[in-house]
C-alpha cells in the first residue's frame, strides 16, 4: 500500500530493478492500492477489510483490481512465464517447509 501514485511508480521501479537482476520476468505496473487506517481497524478486528470496510479507499482498489483482474484473458496451459514464476515460488515454499535446504 502506499500513500500517492507517485510512491507506488516508486516502490514499482524498485519491484523492476530487483526482479531485472535476479528473475527472467516482465513487470507492468497496472495499479496501486492506497494506504487507509481502516486496513489497520480490520486486523485488529480480525476481520476481512472487504467485509467490514467495503467503502475504504482500499477496499474500493483492491475490488477494482479484481475486476480488472478478473477480464484477463485465461491460459489453458502454462506459457513458461508466469506461470513457471509461480510454481518456483511455491515448489520453494514447499520445500522449505519440509526442511530442505533451499
Known amino acids: ?8 511508480r516508486e516502490l514499482f521501479l524498485r519491484l523492476v530493478h530487483v ?3 535476479c528473475l527472467d520476468v516482465v ?4 495499479w ?3 494506504r487507509d487506517k481502516s486496513v489497520l ?3 485488529q478486528q480480525q476481520k476481512p477489510l472487504l ?3 467495503p467503502s475504504s479507499p482500499t477496499a474500493i482498489a483492491l475490488k477494482e483490481l479484481a475486476r480488472v483482474i478478473d477480464k484477463w ?3 489453458k496451459v502454462a506459457n513458461g512465464k508466469l506461470e ?19
Open 1 to 8: 500500500m502506499v500513500d500517492s501514485p507517485s510512491e507506488g
Open 19 to 21: 526482479t531485472e537482476q
Open 27 to 30: 513487470l507492468d505496473m497496472m
Open 32 to 34: 496501486t492500492v492506497p
Open 41 to 43: 481497524r480490520a486486523v
Open 51 to 53: 467485509l467490514t470496510y
Open 73 to 75: 484473458p485465461r491460459s
Open 84 to 102: 513457471f514464476f509461480m510454481k518456483r515460488i511455491v515448489h520453494s515454499k514447499t520445500e522449505n517447509q519440509l526442511g530442505v535446504a533451499l
